[in-house]
């Protein structure tokens, strides 16, 4: 068993995450949460709750990442940190779009969207990828001009980014939409 501080054990999680040891790094972010959770380091279990859900997500136990991610949310938002708050909604909103609830995907994308929107700081990136997330979603129940507009938006966004793997699935998913 490893043992050490909460910051050891994220570092130690965050290697074996790297190394796509998801249950060993699952393990260690759990223990360093319970180490921390006695502890008043609320940015460090907001960190770990998100690691925690990556790792979760990717060994595909949704509900339980969903979760992790909104209160990851929570912790960002009481401390006065929003983007974060932004990039951990926008996943829990992907995780419930891949479980097929869009109403409640749409709000989490609403308001992830809302916060991008309003900081300056964001990255076109962040703002890409949120974007992205509730296209599909829009495509998936219909609004195929809401996917559109937003489809379209996303590749200019990519495209400031240099990131040309989204620009190409961008207009593919527009060509897509009415073809």
Not at 63 to 88: D, F, Q, V, W
Not at 102 to 107: C, D, L, N
Not at 164 to 177: K, M, N, Q, T, Y
């Amino acid at each position: 068993m490893v043992s050490g501080s909460p910051e050891l054990l994220l570092e130690r999680g965050r290697i074996a995450k790297r190394e796509r040891r998801l249950e060993d790094a699952m393990d260690l972010f759990r223990r360093a949460l319970t180490e921390s959770s006695a502890g008043d380091n609320r940015a460090l279990c907001a960190t770990l709750l998100e690691e925690l859900a990556y790792v979760e997500r990717n060994l595909r136990e949704l509900e339980a990442a969903e979760a992790h991610y909104r209160a990851s949310a929570e912790i960002y938002r009481s401390l006065g940190n929003p983007l974060k708050a932004a990039h951990t909604v926008r996943h829990a909103a992907d995780i419930l779009r891949e479980q097929n609830k869009p109403e409640q995907a749409a709000s989490l994308y609403a308001e992830s969207l809302a916060i991008y929107r309003t900081h300056k700081e964001t990255s076109p990136l962040d703002l890409a990828n949120a974007i992205r997330g509730f296209a599909l979603l829009k495509e998936k129940t219909g609004d195929l001009e809401q996917a559109f507009r937003l489809w379209s938006e996303a590749s200019e966004l990519y495209g400031l980014t240099g990131i040309d793997a989204g620009v190409s699935e961008c207009r593919a998913r527009i060509e897509s939409l009415f073809g």
